[in-house]
């Protein structure tokens, strides 16, 4: 549209092109407002959506109609020419679930909106069960419903958490089928609605705040049974991903036996009816006792047994002859250490004899080897004695090895055997003959000289 517009009775003014440019002193004409509202919602798509009849009005050529959201508290007029509800093959009731080809629609005079309802098909039985295994095959495809996903349950929950609609039969037989089984079971309960367009939003909000409970081990999800179009919150995109999302056990516990609603596929644990979950959950306490019982009564068999299998085996062991005297284990070692005693004893004699002998051989030795023993021979030592032989021996010469060394009138000291004598040398003898140490005779001879 042109900034310029002409309005009756006025001259052309100068207007904002946008809705942002306008302002107290140059505002738009509410003429203008509505005709850019009209283009625009005029170039709106029409859209299929889906809702459930809850008033229809027919006047005329004309119906009028309010849908509801199926899931949340979300309300729509629209109005509906009445050729359209006649090509209808059953006529449309109140509480019936359609789907309606919406066109919105700007009334230029009186500033209203609109929606018209330019097709409406009724969703049949068929149509739903198709559109839930389309969902079904979607969500297994991501994998929601894998055995590998669901937790196990524990084998005796403290605290249960249940979910069912206000005074439902539901809830009534699982406190009762539980309590008979488990006396001492206790139950966190939420009272939601189990159908109609509300029931998700508050299943699920049921669900997150039992399920954020520490103390609360399991959660049961229970509903009486009912048509299709009765279990469909339980079929929920929203509701599944939630149980999936749940950290703590959740059972399902929907319906009848025949009924299979995608919260069965999802939940860790699904139970036929309520009545199944309460025996599914809590152990059957005089089962449980008559199992204690017969453990009992085995363990006490298996303690008889082992007694008795060892009583026998003491008494083989007793019925040996090693335990008939058991002394004959220490005789028999006795005489062992006796024998080894011996050998020991005779070892180390034999030992000492032998160092015995070789110490007297090594101390002849010695004493052949002797000066003491040279002397016993008939051999003397010349020695000078007197301050001759003091200066001498300051040289190491004390002892006379050459005739030089006793000049004659040297004072000598010749020891012998026995003890020492002195002498007085008469100076070197003229040589007779070398000593020869195998003539006695010579020897003589030389010790009477000296």
Do not use: C
Not at 324 to 330: D, Q, S, T
């Amino acid at each position: 549209m042109s900034d310029q517009a002409s309005l009756p009775g006025t001259a052309p003014t100068t207007l904002p092109a946008t809705a942002a440019e306008t302002s107290p002193d140059n505002p738009w004409p509410l003429q203008l407002l509505s005709q850019k509202l009209k283009a625009h919602i005029d170039r709106t798509p029409s859209a299929w959506v889906e809702g459930q009849v809850i008033e229809l009005n027919r006047r005329g050529s004309n119906a009028y109609i309010t849908l509801r959201d199926v899931d949340a508290e979300v309300s729509l007029p629209a109005s509906v020419w009445t050729k359209v509800l006649e090509r209808q093959n059953l006529p449309l009731e109140r509480g019936s679930r359609v789907v309606a080809l919406l066109k919105p629609e700007f009334w230029l005079k009186t500033g209203r909106l609109n929606m018209q309802v330019r097709d409406i098909r009724p969703v049949g039985l068929g149509d739903l069960l198709a559109r839930i295994e389309r969902l079904r095959q979607a969500l297994a495809a991501e994998g929601l419903f894998a055995d590998s996903r669901k937790k196990r349950l524990p084998l005796l929950p403290h605290r249960i958490g249940l979910i069912t609609g206000r005074d439902s039969d539901a809830k009534k037989d699982i406190l009762r089928n539980a309590a008979l089984r488990w006396p001492a079971v206790e139950f966190e309960i939420r009272e939601v609605a189990v159908q109609g367009n509300t029931a998700v939003a508050q299943v699920v909000r049921a669900l997150r705040e039992l399920d954020a409970r520490p103390e609360v081990d399991v959660i049961v999800i229970a509903r009486g049974g009912g048509a299709l179009e009765d279990l469909l919150p339980f079929n929920s995109e929203d509701l599944i991903r939630a149980v999936a999302a749940a950290e703590t056990p959740v059972v399902s516990a929907i319906g009848h036996e025949a009924d299979r609603p995608l919260l069965d596929y999802v939940a860790d644990l699904r139970a036929s009816t309520p009545t199944d979950a309460a025996k599914r959950i809590v152990p059957e306490v005089s089962e449980e006792l008559a199992g204690v019982r017969q453990a009992r009564e085995q363990l006490r068999r298996s303690m008889d047994r082992m007694i008795d299998r060892e009583s026998d085996r003491l008494a083989a062991l007793h019925s040996r002859p090693v335990m008939a005297a058991p002394e004959g284990m220490v005789s028999v070692r006795a005489e062992e250490i006796e024998r080894l005693l011996r050998r020991s004893s005779a070892a180390v004699n034999s030992t000492v004899v032998r160092a015995a002998d070789q110490l007297q051989h090594l101390k002849a030795q010695v004493r052949a080897l002797s000066p003491q023993k040279t002397l016993d021979r008939g051999y003397a030592v010349v020695e000078l004695a007197g301050n001759q032989a003091a200066r001498i021996a300051e040289a190491g010469h004390a002892v006379v090895r050459r005739p030089d060394e006793a000049p004659a009138g040297a004072a000598l000291s010749i020891r012998v055997a026995e003890g020492r004598f002195g002498a007085t040398s008469d100076g070197p003898a003229q040589p007779t003959g070398a000593l020869h140490p195998g003539n006695p005779d010579q020897h003589q001879e030389v010790e009477e000289n000296a």
